[in-house]
């Protein structure tokens, strides 16, 4: 069966699911990029990654585009991400099984959502195949609220699955060694530092935990818009023994901070479409911290079994729950080895991978009755 991923451009966050696919099909998987590699990308050092071998650059000339056409018309399934449902509008005629990647559609303002469904709207094709329970087109949920969403438009009611982003997974000889030597007290928080991302949180929390007579020390690590913002803030609160600002790290020094690091702190709010960083502080043994309208953190987090769910926005949870865990060290622990275990055997490139071969094939002979997995990639959204 010849399997076809389309989307704009390769990137980082697909290559681990790229290379699962890769081993499974072979030859016949392939990545179609329709535009090419992001530019800014390029100036800060990234590579360009439509050069791997399964990328076809369908930008590079008339032909290549009509080629890229031909082969998703003709294989035996697709998925497609961040691309026009009309590119597919040809199969979905014609019954053949198609999916459509997408993280959740409303993630506010109101304003944006509405010119988010107008823009859904206007692609010709695919709106009845998405309403009609039997038809081949079907939703992969790069969110814990797509399904919801979808489905508050009338769309992939019944035909909506669990997905996601799946980076790369590191496997760990001796995980309670790991665990052991982490440093005790050491919180980290990650990203860009955008006001949807709440970067500010961290600091916040720090000034809290301060004041109670909690032992730690935080890393921020990232760049962006609210830079100087975060300094004021750390210097006005006299934070500064206790609060580091890094900068921007490379992807190796970030792992590095995460191996060392006992809790991750994960602010964001519904702004997060997923929020890979989640499964690479999993991964690391981190005890998790997360707000509950993160993309990710529904299917993912299991509260108090492999990390801790905290109130959308809600500075004043967030520190009662990292309060606890610092009270009760060996909690750290073991939200770490279940965070790693989750990751590690459930959401990660090569069980997604393998997981999509036996739903797309099961669904394409009709024989799927929702009860292959009862959770974690490729099972059914129940919208519970």
């Not at 390769?10 to 072979?26: D, E, M, P, T, V």
């Not at 438009?153 to 997905?163: D, E, N, P, S, T």
């Not at 928080?189 to 500010?200: A, E, N, S």
């Not at 060392?260 to 005890?287: H, K």
Request: charged share 25%; proline share 3%.
């Amino acid at each position: 069966m010849k399997l076809v991923f389309a989307s704009n451009y390769f990137n980082h966050h697909q290559i681990s699911l790229a290379k699962a696919f890769s081993r499974i099909y072979g030859d016949d998987y392939v990545f179609i990029a329709f535009t090419e590699f992001n530019a800014k990308r390029l100036s800060i050092g990234y590579r360009d990654m439509n050069q791997e071998p399964f990328v076809f650059r369908a930008y590079e000339s008339p032909s290549a585009m009509s080629e890229a056409k031909r082969v998703i018309d003709e294989a035996e399934c697709v998925i497609i991400a961040g691309m026009p449902v009309s590119l597919v509008s040809s199969r979905l005629n014609l019954g053949r099984i198609t999916f459509m990647q997408s993280e959740r559609f409303f993630k506010g303002p109101l304003w944006k959502d509405a010119c988010r469904f107008l823009k859904y709207c206007r692609y010709s094709g695919g709106r009845a195949q998405a309403r009609d329970p039997k038809s081949k087109f079907y939703l992969l949920c790069a969110s814990a609220f797509a399904a919801w969403d979808y489905n508050a438009c009338g769309l992939f009611r019944g035909k909506a699955y669990r997905w996601g982003y799946f980076p790369e997974v590191r496997n760990y000889d001796d995980v309670d060694e790991m665990i052991s030597r982490k440093k005790p007290g050491s919180i980290i928080w990650v990203g860009r530092f955008l006001d949807w991302k709440h970067p500010d949180f961290a600091v916040k929390l720090a000034s809290n935990l301060r004041n109670a007579g909690h032992k730690f020390n935080m890393k921020i690590i990232g760049s962006g818009e609210m830079s100087e913002d975060l300094s004021r803030m750390i210097e006005a609160e006299k934070l500064g023994g206790l609060v580091e600002m890094t900068g921007a790290l490379s992807t190796s020094e970030v792992r590095s901070e995460m191996e060392s690091a006992q809790i991750f702190i994960f602010t964001s709010d519904r702004g997060e479409g997923w929020g890979v960083v989640l499964q690479e502080a999993m991964n690391a043994c981190c005890a998790v911290v997360a707000g509950e309208k993160i993309g990710s953190v529904p299917y993912i987090l299991k509260d108090g079994r492999n990390g801790v769910i905290f109130r959308d926005r809600d500075v004043q949870d967030l520190t009662v729950k990292v309060s606890g865990l610092l009270r009760e060290p060996e909690n750290i622990a073991v939200l770490g080895r279940g965070a790693y275990e989750t990751v590690s055997t459930e959401w990660n490139a090569d069980e997604a991978a393998v997981r999509f071969v036996r739903l797309s094939e099961a669904l394409n002979k009709g024989e799927y009755s929702g009860s292959l997995w009862e959770d974690g990639p490729g099972s059914i959204d129940t919208i519970a």
